[in-house]
């Protein structure tokens, strides 16, 4: 039995006649008679009576109708159901991400994500880079922003992209000696409690920091620290000390507080966003799509690595891998 003797059973019944029901399918009459004839011996009984007046249901062709409908609407259900999922319009989006990314760029990203995908379901996980890495790889994230590139086992195998660049600015209290002053000094810092990342979070950024300051710098070994910008942010606020982040903390608008440039000026790991290369769902397709919308300034360097994978927006002439 197939789906069109269902669509062949149903239009008979609707016009209990074999020629208009013919004329709806666009087929002869001769062929859906002997197609409701195969149907009817397939199911074992009379589905239909012949009279004069017209073809009616029998009470075994009602029953079967009802569910005949019923599948033939979940069929049309099921083909609308897979265009949206290989459109990306359905379907699941696991996304890691470090604290600093929900200043800039992931507000304008999820949010437009969110408008045009409104039935993807969208798993959000704040995690530091030396985790995302890993579950990245693992295939427990399908996205992830960390601060530098995803390294270990495995990362090999990631497509990453830069999409933010930062470099080291100080957060002080209002009522900080320093609040005057539009930079500080790395001499100015070294005689001043610090808040800093956690290192085992944040390798890459401690590591910054250390260039900065010396890596057996006092200040640091002594430093609070924090999970992420935010309590960095809220902790300089409340006196404990001067934090120490990335420049897209002034994205974060808070009382009490004055942000400094700090010198020499000291590059941060760049953002990153990253991804398997294997997986060409539809759902990542969208979110890619999305960033190339709201951050232009990443799509050509998006597309120069994707093109290889088959992720590169629609036109672009395809690369070597790379």
């Not at 249901?57 to 009602?62: R, S, V």
């Not at 790889?137 to 390294?151: I, Q, S, W």
């Not at 990631?158 to 100080?170: C, E, F, K, M, T």
């Not at 609040?179 to 390798?203: C, N």
Request: with cysteine; hydrophobic share 45%.
């Amino acid at each position: 039995m197939e789906a069109r003797h269902l669509r062949y059973a149903v239009a008979l019944a609707e016009h209990a006649h074999f020629g208009r029901a013919a004329g709806e399918l666009g087929i002869a009459q001769p062929p859906l008679s002997k197609q409701i004839a195969d149907l009817e011996r397939e199911v074992g009984v009379r589905l239909f009576d012949r009279t004069r007046q017209g073809v009616f249901p029998t009470a075994a062709g009602e029953a079967f109708l009802a569910r005949a409908r019923r599948a033939l609407d979940e069929i049309a259900a099921a083909t609308v159901d897979a265009g949206r999922a290989a459109r990306g319009e359905t379907g699941r989006l696991r996304l890691g991400f470090v604290a600093s990314a929900l200043l800039d760029p992931l507000p304008g990203v999820l949010s437009r994500f969110g408008r045009d995908r409104p039935d993807v379901r969208l798993e959000l996980h704040e995690m530091a880079t030396s985790r995302s890495s890993p579950a990245l790889v693992a295939g427990e994230l399908d996205v992830a922003f960390t601060l530098g590139p995803p390294r270990g086992a495995g990362a090999e195998h990631l497509v990453s992209v830069p999409v933010g660049r930062d470099h080291v600015i100080a957060v002080i209290s209002t009522a900080h000696p320093y609040a005057g002053q539009r930079a500080v000094t790395a001499d100015q810092l070294r005689r001043q409690p610090l808040i800093v990342s956690a290192g085992e979070d944040e390798p890459a950024v401690v590591a910054g920091l250390r260039a900065l300051l010396g890596a057996d710098s006092p200040a640091l070994g002594g430093a609070t620290v924090a999970r992420d910008v935010h309590t960095i942010i809220g902790l300089a606020a409340s006196g404990v000390g001067v934090g120490l982040g990335p420049s897209r903390m002034r994205a974060v608008p808070r009382p009490g507080v004055r942000f400094c440039e700090v010198t020499p000026r000291t590059g941060l790991p760049d953002l990153i966003l990253s991804f398997a290369a294997r997986d060409h769902s539809p759902v990542l397709r969208a979110f890619l799509d999305t960033i190339r919308s709201n951050c232009p300034e990443v799509g050509a360097a998006l597309d120069d690595r994707l093109r290889p994978s088959g992720l590169a927006s629609p036109g672009s002439p395809p690369v070597g891998p790379r």
